[in-house]
């Protein structure tokens, strides 16, 4: 009959010769990696170390019920109860001074800052009591204290949300500076962060927060930790070099990709601020930074206060004299 031919038919299609051809030719495709967002990566760290570590909590602005500003400690406060995920009063030299007396009594505390513009209140705390005083004590009374929330250029916020302390705090002897960009650094260095005996200020970008990166099945693991200390490179070549600060690496990717000078550029992201071995360069260092003004308001005018790709194309052409 017309159904048994049609059987016969498919049988011959599908014949184990057949089935295996479609199968070497067809099922190379690798599985989708998966995709996980700043937010939720820095998320994922705190709740592991929180889980390892009776010793850590959180404290901070609306970061309990709220579950943060940016959303960033969502379903920690169901998990671990009011008292490791702590609501603070809008009183940033209160609540980051029972930090750091958490610290020096034991603890290991992790201070959200609604944003780094507001640690401005508490400058006091974060320089004279929390990263002096390991040292004024000769290393009797170590400080275990993480400093964090978003720094730097958003979108809109003008002159006094718009800071950036990179520069402040890293030039602050006792104090560690890690600034992450993609979801795996920011993980590995708040897990890092947490852990380290010193205090830690982890400068997150509010840009980013959203941003979802592919998350290898290293980064996945209770164990994965990034060394604070280390650049990381992201694209390697011999002639030129660019160097980026959490937040504009996506710039950096840009001018590797579109850029026609057709130069091999290494992009290198610096998650910890160090001083590199400049030394080893066969050219001076150009920096491509923000405008020397208070951050405008005008999206315009805000556009034209950070760097942009062709700001950095036009830094690398002089350089090289092109």
Known sequence: ??????????????SP???GLLKRRFHRTAPAALQV???????????EELERDEKVFLLGEEVAQYDGAYKVSR????????KRIIDTPISEMGFAGIAVGAAMAGLRPICEFMTFNFSMQAIDQVINSAA??????GGLQPVPIVFRGPNGASAGVAAQHSQCFAAWYGH???LKVVS???SEDAKGL???AIRDNNPVVVLENELMYGVPFEFPAEAQSKDFLIPIGKAKIERQAFLYLVFSLPGQPHLCAKVVVLSRLSLPLSHLSLPSLLGPAFNFLDAPAVRVTGADVPMPYAKILEDNSVPQVKDIIFAIKKTLNV
């Open 1 to 14: 009959s017309r159904h048994r031919g049609e059987r016969a038919s498919l049988s011959v299609l599908l």
């Open 17 to 19: 010769q057949v089935s």
């Open 37 to 47: 967002t700043v937010r939720d990566a820095i998320n994922q760290g705190m709740d």
């Open 75 to 82: 379903g920690l406060w169901k998990k671990y109860g009011d």
């Open 132 to 137: 002096k005083t390991y040292y004024m004590s």
């Open 172 to 174: 602050c002897p006792g």
């Open 180 to 182: 992450p960009w993609s």
């Open 190 to 192: 708040i897990k890092s």
